[in-house]
């Protein structure tokens, strides 16, 4: 049973730092694409960055320089470091996981990933 677990989530003032983690289990971590997506209140799920099992990887532009993308798999476990945090980063974080679908990692929300964490809440204040 695929199983995916957020955490890392908080609230920081704008500027600040959080790390999020994604703890896998239950399928073989190094085939599969993994990704972060966000949803703020209101507002469309949107592709915060993904990695392939070729652990090349990407993210939004909304982000570019910001976050960083990394995994550990000797831990299976999948982060998302997220530095000079602003406002605008304010949603629920959710990991994903899915084998690659078109024999590459779509950061696109319209696809739909199909294991899914419970997300983790980052809250930045201004």
């Known amino acids: 049973q695929v199983q995916l677990v957020e955490s890392g989530g908080g609230s920081v003032q704008a500027g600040g730092s959080l790390r999020l983690s994604c703890a896998a289990s239950?399928?073989?971590?190094?085939?599969?694409?993994m990704a972060w997506f966000r949803q703020a209140p209101g507002k469309e799920r949107e592709g915060v960055a993904v990695?392939?099992?070729?652990?090349?990887?990407g993210v939004a532009d909304s982000v570019k320089g910001r976050f960083t993308i990394s995994h550990d798999n000797a831990k299976n476990t999948l982060y998302l470091q997220m530095n000079s945090l602003k406002p605008d980063d304010t949603a629920i974080y959710y990991c994903?996981?899915?084998?690659?679908?078109?024999?590459?990692?779509?950061?696109?929300?319209?696809?739909?990933?199909?294991?899914w964490g419970q997300g983790t809440q980052v809250t930045v204040s201004s």
């Open positions: 239950g399928y073989t971590y190094s085939s599969y694409c």
């Open positions: 990695m392939d099992s070729d652990s090349s990887s």
């Open positions: 994903a996981a899915d084998l690659p679908p078109y024999g590459y990692c779509p950061l696109d929300p319209r696809y739909e990933y199909t294991y």
